[in-house]
């Protein structure tokens, strides 16, 4: 009697497109770029505002925060975290805007990050034409941004961390862009709109959705490239939830998933992407774990780095070359 052919388990054909070997790199890269500026008298120093009193967004931002100021750490530089979200409504403004004046004139300071979103009420356009370009980490000054409507350099300009991150990790991969039919879901300032104007840049066919869109499903079920960045997980959001699941995609299909919520009661992360059934149709996948969050993390280290020299050339000299 012959034996029966153990059937093949689909999720361990796809391949992961995990972020270690970037963000190892990105720590690597940097530590001696910190032992190289330290001998012009400048040690890196992240600072980050968290603006947000969501509960949700709140514990979210400290979990991302608290990453970034530990990998600052562990390569020499220092990191400081400001919480200005219980400063009341009508004040948060004027508060982050005094703030963000004292760190632009801090030569001490040389990376400033104001994590996103911010509260509804806050002038986000005042705060980010407020910081100064050179200390700008995420590249969302209106000098920054507008670096994205001219061909970028992924491995020189500062650009948005998570979308450079994405495209470091599909060069990483080898992963074709040009041509290839791309819908990014959700159109944030952070990952969604500059990512979906860098990938027409390297030649793709992008498609936006968000939550007024009619008809999301026959746009990602065509893709060949699906981003989800929504960050509204069905277990934290009863309105306008989002999650990316196998039923959803096309065979073949690369998919990468960006976004992810903090349980403020229980802890626990929740992610744009079921995993498990996504991984039985997709070629290649980023985990929810160990994926676009160390890829986001690495670009966050090399923007400091990269900050950190044009502070070093404005307030030592400006004759000294970095990356």
């Known amino acids: 009697m012959g034996h029966q052919a153990t059937p093949l388990n689909p999720a361990a054909m ?6 270690e070997g970037l963000h190892r790199q990105a720590k690597e890269w940097a530590r001696e770029h910190v032992k190289r500026l330290e001998e012009v008298g400048i040690t890196p120093k992240l600072a980050i505002i968290l603006l947000n009193d969501d509960p949700v967004e709140l514990a979210t931002q400290r979990r991302f925060a608290s990453l970034k100021a530990r990998d600052v750490r562990e390569v020499g530089g220092e990191a400081e975290i400001y919480e200005l979200h219980d400063v009341p409504p ?11 004046e004292s760190l632009n004139k801090r030569d001490d300071v040389t990376g400033v990050i104001i994590q996103k979103p911010v509260p509804p009420f806050v002038d986000e356009r005042a ?44 060069r990483m991969y080898g992963i074709e862009i040009r041509g290839k039919d791309v819908v990014v879901v959700g159109k944030g300032e952070l990952v969604g709109k500059p990512l979906s104007v860098m990938l027409m840049q390297l ?13 999301r ?11 989800s960045a929504v960050g509204r997980p069905p277990e934290i959001y009863r309105d306008n939830p989002w999650r990316l699941t196998g039923e959803m995609i096309k065979e073949g299909v690369v998919v990468v998933g960006v976004g992810g919520k903090v349980d403020p009661i ?6 744009d992407v079921d995993e498990k059934s996504v ?4 070629s290649y ?39």
């Open 14 to 19: 796809v391949t992961w497109i995990r972020g």
């Open 90 to 100: 009508e004040r948060r403004t004027k508060e982050a805007l005094r703030l963000i």
């Open 127 to 170: 705060l980010f034409a407020a910081l100064s370009p050179e200390k700008d980490v995420d590249a969302l000054t209106p000098d920054n941004k507008k670096r994205l409507l001219d061909r970028f350099d992924l491995d020189n300009d500062v650009l948005t961390c998570t979308p450079a991150g994405i495209l470091e990790l599909f």
């Open 203 to 215: 030649d793709a066919t992008v498609t936006v959705l968000h939550a007024l869109s009619k008809e």
């Open 217 to 227: 499903e026959p746009y990602v079920k065509r893709a060949d490239i699906v981003i």
């Open 266 to 271: 229980s802890g626990k992360w929740h992610f």
């Open 279 to 282: 991984a039985e149709k997709a």
């Open 285 to 323: 996948l980023t985990p929810n774990i160990g994926g676009v969050g160390l890829a986001t993390r690495a670009r966050v280290l090399k923007n400091l780095i990269r900050t950190s020299y044009q502070v070093a050339r404005l307030v030592v000299s400006s004759r000294i070359v970095g990356p």
